[in-house]
């Protein structure tokens, strides 16, 4: 195991010791923490686990991933590329949207989860993950455009590249959605490819 996936193991048993979420958690059949290589250059972000993912304890294996498995094999990747994981890691009771209260519980985890991982870049799916990172951002507006932003969070200074997409089970019923989705993903390789190095977005510490 590497040390990467060593440190997600920890941070994974610390949201079960602390009980976060602990009603969430009580209806829950698994913590969904993420799916992937620790060592990608991309994180997808979604919003919380659904019925297949609470079943399976994977993020995104339902027909939201399974359009999202697509998108990745029309830019040449497969899920073991890249590294996928939602703001809300138990699912909602009846697939309910995420309560802000659960999704501020659970951000200072994302953050760590994300200063493990150390990606280029990060893709929101949907409004729930981009709203923490690109508050008071319009996703119809910003979408498919990566944005470079700095973030203090738990005493420490972030510098990281956000792609917003639109979240992929908007788009199971709506070509003209699918179609932008697509549009928007083809991007991608070229934006990861424009970061040259990893320092560009690494954590940088201010202690
Ligand atoms: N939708 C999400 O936002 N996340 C999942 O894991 C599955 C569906």
Redesign the pocket.
Known sequence: MTNKAMLLQDLAAEILEQKICPQLAAGAKNL?MGDGSPDADIVFI?????KN?DEQGL????A??KFLNEMLASVGMERSDVYIT?IVKYRPPNNRDPLPEEKTEFWPFLLRQLAIIQPKVIVT??R?SMEYFLPNAKISAIHGQPKRIHLEADGEEFEWVIMPLF?P?AALYNGAMRETLLEDFAKLPAVVKQIQTRDNVLKIMTE
Do not use: C, K, S
């Open positions: 969904v979604g919003e919380a686990p659904g993912e993020p995104f294996v339902g939201a991933g939602n799916l949907g729930h979240h089970a």
